[in-house]
Nanobody
Framework: VQLQASGGGLVQAGDSLRLSCAGS?????????????MAWFRQTPGKEREFVGA??????SYIDSVKGRFAISRDTAGNTVYLQMNSLKPEDTAVYYC?????????????????????WGQGTLVTVSS
């Protein structure tokens, strides 16, 4: 296993939740982890997997619907990326996946498509009740 997502659960609208994504194995050694773009996607039944946000060494990007509510951070020493989700809404209900691409050593733009990412976690379900 190279990416392991965790932290999902059932919460009420307005609550907060933090998802974690831990990298392990040869490809995610601590000295390399900082050079990976790490993203979070989400998916609901019958819909395409949707980009939520991503972080690179120097930048971050989020979809409009989560800007100001969600934040991605990285703990390089712990090989872990977090998705802090605040002010959750029922429409945030989905299976959340973490994904990684890299390592990337040059300046670049954050990519937002599923096929841009090489490594995927197994998904963790977030349910927000109204």
């Amino acid at each position: 296993v190279q990416l392991q997502a965790s932290g999902g659960g059932l919460v009420q609208a307005g609550d907060s939740l933090r998802l974690s994504c831990a990298g392990s194995g040869r490809k995610f050694k601590p000295y390399l982890f900082d050079y990976y773009d790490m993203a979070w996607f989400r998916q609901t039944p019958g819909k395409e997997r949707e980009f939520v946000g991503a972080i690179s060494r120097s930048d971050s990007s989020y979809i409009d619907s989560v800007k100001g509510r969600f934040a991605i951070s990285r703990d390089t020493a712990g090989n872990t990326v977090y998705l802090q989700m605040n002010s959750l809404k029922p429409e945030d209900t989905a299976v959340y996946y973490c994904a990684g691409r890299g390592p990337i050593y040059i300046a670049h733009a954050i990519l937002t498509t599923v096929d841009a990412y090489d490594y995927w976690g197994q998904g963790t379900l977030v349910t927000v009740s109204s």
